[in-house]
């Protein structure tokens, strides 16, 4: 299946710096990315979707000054957690939807442990 | 209501039992149907993907989609320990966003 990678894979933080995540599409161009956010035990919640060139658009209670998305061609998108606090500690994931017969089909990335200390 | 109903189990079988996930759904519009994998600490890896009703085989994973009572099912032959995950559906209409179950914990016990 398509690959989509992560980077840095974990990262730990002093409260009020900020952390940029890495998201690529490594043998497809993705038609949109989407980053989630993920709870011990818990389903992924979509805080925002993006397309190349196009401003993010974010989910309800997401601010996007804090989680600053740039998506800057068809491979790439970058999540920055700004003033990063405790709170934020979180596994995000991002994802990409690819193009394929029968329709889009969406590939998860591996996923970025942050933890705010 | 949620939009997607998912038993959360835990779910515990021997090694080389079948294993039967289901969600169901309220949405008619949904039309994409997956299932994900997730290992500890790790992303989703998907499994399956089906488009409207029918089902899909590959290897020990038959993934089921019935429209008309708005369920969908995973089956799981022959269950190997590696097998153990967090098993998640997931569904969408057209270019929407994806909508996911709560995700099914397995266990398969050697």
């Known amino acids: 299946g398509a690959v989509v990678s992560q980077h840095p894979s974990w990262v730990i933080c002093k409260s009020g710096t900020s952390v940029k995540i890495e998201c690529r599409s490594l043998?497809?161009?993705?038609?949109?990315m989407f980053w989630y956010r993920q709870f011990p035990k818990q389903s992924l919640m979509l805080m925002a979707t993006?397309?190349?060139?196009?401003?993010?658009?974010?989910e309800q209670g997401v601010e996007k000054d804090k989680f600053l998305i740039n998506h800057a061609s068809l491979t790439l998108s970058t999540l920055t957690v700004t003033s990063a606090h405790p709170e934020d500690s979180s596994f995000y994931i991002c994802?990409?939807?690819?193009?394929?017969?029968?329709?889009?089909?969406?590939?998860f990335g591996p996923g970025t442990r942050l933890l705010v200390l | 209501q949620k939009e997607v109903e998912q038993d959360p189990g835990p779910l515990s079988v021997p090694e080389g039992a079948i294993v039967s996930l289901n969600c169901t759904y309220s949405?008619?519009?949904?039309?994409?149907f997956m299932w994900y994998r997730q290992y500890s600490r790790k992303g989703p890896e998907l499994l399956m993907y089906?488009?409207?009703?029918g089902n899909k085989e590959d290897g020990r994973f038959t993934a089921q989609v019935d429209k008309s009572s708005k369920y969908i099912s995973l089956f799981i032959r022959d269950s190997q320990p590696s097998d153990s995950a967090t098993y998640l559906c997931?569904?969408?209409?057209?270019?929407?966003?994806?909508?996911f179950g709560t995700g099914t914990r397995l266990t398969v016990i050697p």
């Open positions: 997931a569904m969408r209409a057209g270019a929407n966003n994806l909508f």
């Open positions: 994802s990409a939807r690819n193009r394929a017969p029968g329709g889009e089909t969406q590939y």
């Open positions: 949405n008619s519009a949904f039309q994409y």
């Open positions: 089906t488009y409207s009703s």
């Open positions: 043998d497809f161009q993705a038609t949109t």
């Open positions: 993006s397309n190349e060139g196009s401003k993010a658009t974010y």
